[in-house]
């Protein structure tokens, strides 16, 4: 198919700012056909769905910022 899945992230906002040294990531992927991964590149998490997967994890956070990228793979 042609079409990308849709990844929406729920946890944490976008351009969130916490003095915390961990934060919950929790992310939806939605695709028309069947999803063959969800995950989090270079991270601790991924799985496999049908039509919708979700990722829960924790990530560990350094002094300044962090960024993170979430893939997913019809």
Do not use: H, Q, W
Request: hydrophobic content about 40%.
């Amino acid at each position: 198919d042609y079409t990308a899945p849709t990844i929406i992230v729920t946890s944490p906002a976008p351009e969130s700012v916490t003095g915390a040294e961990s934060v919950p990531l929790r992310a939806i992927a939605v695709d028309g056909s069947a999803l063959r991964e969800l995950r989090i590149l270079d991270g601790p998490a991924s799985v496999a769905g049908g039509k919708r997967a979700e990722l829960e994890t924790t990530l560990t956070l350094t002094p300044g910022e962090n960024t993170f990228v979430i893939a997913a793979v019809d």
